[in-house]
């Protein structure tokens, strides 16, 4: 099936959000932040057949319609390395008093000639703890490998694929052990490979991207809920 065949209500890898909702009734979560960069904020372009909504959007869509009163707020903004979010965005993401927040960084952080790892790490750390000692959920999201689509300037692919998996995997750890909810996006998720959902610069989802990305995080919020 090609891309302009699918749209939302055919496409297997989204959620209706009539789904979204029902796989998030009875979430306690009430007021939501985003911190992050491109990805947290939601850099996207339009599809046919897709909503142009961004996956963080979408989440927010879902659980205003499970929890009435329902807020969110998005600090996302685009080029920043980790210590840059924790920086300018956890201090205003602290004062909205969350109990629900999402810390999506680390990606441009790879993307510079050297990628510090243990400092990525580090800062990931400082941010989820704050959180977590705020009382509020914590989400983590893990980046899909663009190589797998064949994206990415051919001499550098291997590199970028080997620092997308780390990146994914240090993300997972830091999660697991500060108690956060990681969403892990496999890179062999037949979608991945499809460069079909991705946008016109070969780095960011577009808006059929997002609303994968989106059906993955309400997933592992469902998991999240009921392991709770």
């Known amino acids: 099936m090609t891309e302009t065949a699918l749209s939302e209500s055919t496409d297997p890898a989204v959620l209706p959000a009539a789904e979204s909702a029902a796989l998030l009734a009875g979430a306690p979560w009430t007021r939501m932040v985003t ?9 996207r372009e339009p599809v046919p057949g897709y909503r142009d909504l961004s996956w963080t959007d979408r ?3 879902a659980l205003g319609a499970a929890a009435p009163g329902f807020t969110a707020l998005n600090l996302g903004r ?7 979010v924790r920086a300018a965005q956890l201090e205003p993401a602290l004062a909205f008093e969350p109990d629900l927040a999402f810390v999506v960084a680390g990606g441009n952080d790879m993307l510079r000639p050297e ?5 990525v790490r580090r ?4 941010m989820i703890s704050a959180f977590r000692a705020a009382g509020a959920d914590v989400v983590t999201i893990g980046l899909l490998d663009i190589t797998v689509a ?5 001499r550098y692919r291997d590199v970028i694929s ?19 909810c990681h969403v892990h996006n496999p890179p062999d998720h037949p979608i991945a490979a499809d460069p ?11 808006a059929r991207g997002h609303a994968f990305a989106a059906a993955n995080t309400v997933r592992a919020l469902a998991a999240h809920l009921a392991s709770a």
Request: aromatic share 4%; charged share 20%; proline share 2%.
């Open 35 to 43: 911190i992050g960069d491109s990805i947290a904020q939601g850099v």
């Open 59 to 61: 989440i927010e869509e």
């Open 78 to 84: 685009r080029d920043l390395v980790a210590a840059e």
């Open 115 to 119: 990628f510090d790892a243990d400092g």
């Open 123 to 126: 800062e990931l750390a400082a």
């Open 150 to 154: 064949g994206l990415g300037p051919a």
């Open 162 to 180: 080997a620092r997308s998996r780390s990146l994914a995997a240090l993300t997972a750890d830091v999660a697991a052990e500060l108690g956060a």
């Open 196 to 206: 079909g959902i991705y946008t016109s610069d070969q780095l960011h989802l577009n």
